[in-house]
Structures are given as structure tokens and as C-alpha cells.
């Protein structure tokens, strides 16, 4: 089940700043950490943001995380054409006992 | 080196078993909550199922409760699913991850590494 809404689809031009929303609520978002995931096609999904705005080491500081309340997002700085894969939000559900993913996000890189 | 490696998919009959393992190596598997994700054909991730470093805290999605379930054996480096009831709608890949954080849902849990899946389909 995806408690959590992102848009479908993002896109920039190669250098352009793309922002992903997720939306959630108070038993997810709001009172847990937020993850950021990374998929491309026919491949299992990376890491990319833990705790809110954490980088794992070897992921490009051009990804950044952020969160307020029950919204947190993701920001992609000098977008790159191999930027181009899906992206989820996850976190912790305290109502659920259980983590929930976004709905994932397209981006693609004009 | 850190890795992950699913076995045990295939093709099952609606209705039937199937029991999915995780090889874990490179890693102390005993001090990390596992998790299996599934992802259906063409669709989002969906998590699964977790399980606490020592097996004490085990959690399950809504969908599969009472139908699958997770354990691990630290001293095999393994992590299971067994999953019981099979429908249509199970039809995915399965991946198993680890999860940074010492019991899901707290710390800075996180599932920072991942195998490469295997496919689970579930047809007559």
C-alpha cells in the first residue's frame, strides 16, 4: 500500500535543479525518518538519502534531502543524463507497523 | 565485499508455497534488521516484511499477513521467506535488503543495501 504521494513524473534540462515532493502524514513522515531511493530499469533500487538530508558515502552531493512536517523532498542540483530513473520516498509507519514507499517518480532529463 | 543474493523464485500455481532465501555475505548478518521488498510487474516498491537483528521484532504489510513468513538463521548468514496461500496479486520480484537501523523503524534505519532479486509468478 503507497501512503505516500509523489508526482509520476519530473523532468529538467542536463544543469537544471528538479525537486520531487512526497507527501505523508503524521504517522509516517512527519514522526519518522524519511529515505530517498534510486531505480533504474531491470535493476534493484540504491540508497540515496537516509535520515531526512543524510548522504550515503559515494552518493554525489548534487542529491539532497529535505523535510517540514508531513512533506519532505528531494532535490537534484546540476541534473545529469544519468540522473534519468525512477525515484521513492519510504519511511516508517507508526500506525501501520510497517514502512511505506511513495508512488514513485519518473525523472527525465530533456 | 557487501553482498546479497536471493534464490528460490519461480513459477507457482495459485494457491501454492514457495520458500524464498537471501545468501548474505561480507557483512556481520547478525547485527542487522533483513527486509524483503517486492515490486510487481510495471509497478512501485512494496515492502514486505522485516525482521529484527536477533528475530525479536518481526513485522508484516497487510497484504501478506497471515499468508508469508520471515526468519533468519545468523548462523547460516540466511534470511527467509516463506510464503504460503500464493495469489495472483503476489506476482513481483522479490528483493531482500538490509536495513542500517538496529530495529525497524528506529534510528537511522534505511535499506542500504539490496540484492538483485528474484522473480516470484504466481499463475495457473
Known amino acids: 500500500q503507497s501512503v505516500l504521494t509523489q508526482p509520476p513524473s519530473a523532468s529538467g534540462t542536463p544543469g537544471q535543479r528538479v525537486t520531487i515532493s512526497c507527501s505523508g502524514s503524521s504517522s509516517n513522515v512527519e514522526t519518522n525518518t524519511v529515505k530517498w531511493y534510486q531505480q533504474f530499469p531491470g535493476t534493484a533500487p540504491k540508497l540515496l538519502i537516509f535520515g531526512n538530508d543524510q548522504r550515503p558515502s559515494g552518493v554525489p552531493d548534487r542529491f539532497s534531502g529535505s523535510k517540514s512536517g508531513t512533506s519532505a523532498s528531494l532535490a537534484i542540483s546540476g541534473l545529469q543524463s544519468e540522473d534519468e530513473a525512477d525515484y521513492y520516498c519510504?519511511?516508517?509507519?507508526?500506525?501501520?507497523?510497517?514502512?511505506?514507499f511513495g508512488t514513485g517518480t519518473q525523472v527525465t532529463v530533456l | 565485499e557487501v553482498q546479497l543474493v536471493e534464490s528460490g523464485g519461480g513459477l507457482v500455481k495459485p494457491g501454492g508455497s514457495l520458500r524464498l532465501s537471501c545468501a548474505a555475505s561480507?557483512?556481520?548478518?547478525?547485527?542487522?534488521?533483513m527486509t524483503w521488498v517486492r515490486q510487481a510487474p510495471g509497478k512501485g516498491l512494496e515492502w514486505v516484511s522485516s525482521i529484527s537483528s536477533s528475530g525479536t521484532y518481526i513485522y508484516y504489510a497487510d497484504s501478506v499477513k497471515g499468508r508469508f513468513t520471515i526468519s533468519r538463521d545468523n548462523a547460516k548468514n540466511s534470511l527467509y521467506l516463506q510464503m504460503n496461500s500464493l495469489r495472483a496479486e503476489d506476482t513481483a520480484v522479490y528483493y531482500c535488503?538490509?536495513?542500517?537501523?538496529?530495529?525497524?523503524?528506529?534510528?537511522?534505519?534505511?535499506?542500504?543495501?539490496w540484492g538483485q532479486g528474484t522473480m516470484v509468478t504466481v499463475s495457473s
Open positions: 561480507g557483512f556481520t548478518f547478525s547485527s542487522y534488521t
Open positions: 519510504a519511511a516508517w509507519d507508526d500506525s501501520l507497523n510497517g514502512y511505506v
Open positions: 535488503a538490509r536495513d542500517r537501523g538496529p530495529v525497524p523503524g528506529m534510528g537511522d534505519d534505511a535499506f542500504d543495501i
